[in-house]
């Protein structure tokens, strides 16, 4: 491997610091690249510039960053004061916000703040793009609540691989997002057709009520093996609480079309979860519900939604999410 192609193993990562942090794969680890192959004959162009090899220790970013300053002459390195990363080190920048952390030494975090520094793009050249948002597609306007008329876009992301740096499988993953929401009362809708194979079980999630690195929001979802409903918390990422309420039971959802839904009242810090499965549902059923779950209040001025589903056994067979709509509720 020449050091020219050894670089590029980090292109990803450094595309993605130019776009504000929004790295795609929850707690992913920016793995070390091999090193280079002493026997390589590939030659190196004298004209070319030398790569600098990038650190050994590259730290963590969790998925989406915190929102910090991309620029790396802002960053420094700071202790880490939570007892679990007892003498892990971080890079933040100038107002003190998260960049990457879990660095073993004070230097090592160094090291990585010099190297990217000299080794990020010219910011004038574009990168892979976010995904364009897409307008609601709906049933004809059949929800669990009767809505104002007003919607959000959503953008898609995936199918993709999710990385974990817990030591779990990669798993495929597909979402849609909302971001920017105003409403006091919303309700995010779906319809997906979910495939008969899958590598493991998994939830069919709709996050809601706050964002996911500000304010936190509510994770409510269904599992596919058995149908299980259930309300949770995700306070401060990746910080999970799966579960806290759990409602009705619909079976094995895999090979089913299904539609579900989730809400969220601000006024009142109320969600729901409501499905609508022909066949075993007379149209929309509330399946559990909840005010002050968990103690929990995102108490956020503007809102995101999520919709994720993982653990599909295919990249090129993903769950078809055919309807999506996030509307405002009318009371």
């Not at 707690?27 to 162009?45: E, F, G, L, N």
């Not at 991309?70 to 920048?93: C, E, F, L, Q, R």
């Not at 996050?207 to 994770?219: A, R």
Request: net charge negative; proline share 10%.
């Amino acid at each position: 491997m020449s050091l020219q192609e050894d670089t590029q193993t980090l292109q990803r990562l450094k595309e993605l610091l130019l776009r504000g942090l929004e790295i795609i794969d929850r707690d992913a680890v920016i793995s070390p690249p091999p090193p280079p192959d002493p026997t390589d004959p590939t030659p190196i162009d004298p004209t070319e510039p030398i790569p600098i090899k990038p650190p050994q220790e590259q730290g963590v970013i969790l998925h989406g960053g915190w929102g910090g300053n991309p620029d790396p002459n802002t960053w420094s390195a700071t202790k880490m004061v939570d007892a679990k990363y007892a003498g892990k080190w971080k890079i933040v920048d100038n107002k003190g916000v998260n960049i990457m952390q879990e660095f073993s030494t004070e230097q090592n975090a160094k090291d990585m703040i010099e190297w990217t520094k000299t080794n990020l793009p010219d910011p004038t050249e574009p990168v892979n793009p976010e995904p364009q948002p897409q307008p609601p597609v709906t049933d004809g306007g059949e929800f669990p609540y009767k809505t104002t008329g007003k919607s959000v876009e959503m953008s898609q992301r995936g199918p993709t691989d999710r990385h974990y740096a817990s030591g779990k499988p990669d798993d495929w993953t597909i979402e849609k997002n909302a971001k920017g929401i105003q409403f006091p009362d919303v309700q995010a809708v779906f319809t997906i057709e979910v495939p008969k194979e899958w590598e493991h079980d998994d939830n069919l999630s709709i996050k809601l009520g706050g964002t996911h690195n500000g304010t936190g929001w509510f994770d409510n979802g269904i599992s596919v093996y058995e149908g299980q409903t259930c309300l949770g918390t995700e306070p401060e990422h990746p910080e999970t609480h799966l579960c806290i309420i759990k409602g009705k039971k619909y079976g094995d959802l895999r090979g089913k079309t299904v539609s579900i839904a989730s809400t969220y009242f601000k006024a009142e810090n109320k969600t729901e979860f409501w499905v609508n499965i022909g066949g075993l549902t007379q149209g929309w059923e509330k399946s559990c519900e909840g005010t002050n779950v968990g103690g929990f209040n995102p108490k956020a001025d503007e809102s995101e939604v999520q919709l994720r589903i993982d653990g599909f056994k295919e990249k090129d067979q993903p769950p078809n999410i055919t309807k999506f709509v996030v509307n405002e509720i009318q009371k």
